[in-house]
């Protein structure tokens, strides 16, 4: 899996979309992270066919809203997916939010739907240490091969870290920009004056440094292009730690059953 992908959340205008992902391949993105939350599956799978790129190299993430968990809807959920993307299968499909009822269930559809070739790798999101052990541990022996969760400088989920690379979960971090808030915090500019790049590129090669997948959103060629450009330098560890100290401690973002973690 790329540690870079094209976030698209928010991106709902059809031609907006596929102009973004065009704009992700040119500057070699390969990795597009969408969920049927974003309303915007049919316009991933138009740009994926239309790149003319192998679609082998390509790796595309769609996610299950909770609405759709249990067994048939779980099934017809990924089915529609499937169809909007019009592609033969998805390379991973995740748990987009855990919830009390249903989560189990549809873990079990997802794990059938990878044995039939329809997903290559199954992963979830938004899910605690507390959620892995009280709930989803409980039900299965299998490792989830990613677990995408809000992460970056300001918020950087010690614990969260910790317990994925205890259980050989990849880390994936969403807002890996922290929505393009606080890019004028003085410690970030001076970091990014030091080692001539932006605040922005600052922040994703922290994490990517540390071994997460980030997954920035951007609509605008020039930031698509300036997010992918964090591969040529390297944060020296103290500076890495200065990173560290900017962590404000910031309770999870709450999802569908508020400040269940
Ligand atoms: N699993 C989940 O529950 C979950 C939740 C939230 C997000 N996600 C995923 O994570 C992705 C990223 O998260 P996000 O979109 O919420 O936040 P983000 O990537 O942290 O920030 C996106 C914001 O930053 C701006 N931006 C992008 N690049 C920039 C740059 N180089 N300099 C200055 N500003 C820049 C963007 O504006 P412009 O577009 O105008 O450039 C946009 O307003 C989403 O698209 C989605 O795929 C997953």
């Known amino acids: 899996m790329p540690l870079l992908g094209l976030g698209v959340f928010q991106i709902t205008d059809e031609a907006e979309c596929v102009a973004a992902i065009h704009a992700a391949f040119e500057y070699d993105y390969r990795h597009i992270d969408t969920a049927k939350l974003y309303e915007n599956e049919v316009a991933v799978g ?59 269930e549809t873990w079990e559809v997802m794990q059938g739907l990878r044995d039939e070739g329809l997903i290559r790798s199954i992963g979830v999101s938004n899910f605690s240490p507390r959620r892995f052990d009280q709930q989803f541990f409980k039900r299965t022996d299998e490792v989830p091969a990613v677990n995408q969760f809000e992460r970056h400088a300001f918020n950087t989920k010690p614990e969260w870290v910790a317990y994925c690379r205890q259980k050989g979960i990849l880390a994936e971090a969403y807002c890996p920009l922290n929505r393009g808030q606080r890019l004028d915090d003085p410690q970030l500019v001076q970091l990014a004056e030091k080692y001539g790049k932006s605040s922005a590129q600052i922040l994703l090669r922290h994490q990517v440094q540390e071994g997460l997948a980030v997954i920035p959103k951007s609509s605008r060629p020039e930031r698509i292009r300036e997010n992918a450009d964090i591969f040529d330098f390297e944060i020296s560890t103290q500076d890495m730690h200065v990173l560290d100290t900017l962590d404000e401690g910031k309770p999870p973002a709450s999802g569908p059953e508020e400040d269940w973690y």
């Open 46 to 104: 138009k740009a994926v066919r239309e790149s003319g790129i192998d679609r082998e190299e390509l790796f595309i993430t769609t996610k299950i809203w909770p609405t759709d968990f249990g067994c048939d809807s779980a099934r017809r959920a990924f089915e529609t997916s499937l169809g909007k993307l019009a592609l033969d299968y998805v390379d991973l499909y995740m748990i987009h939010w855990p919830v009390r009822e249903g989560t189990e």
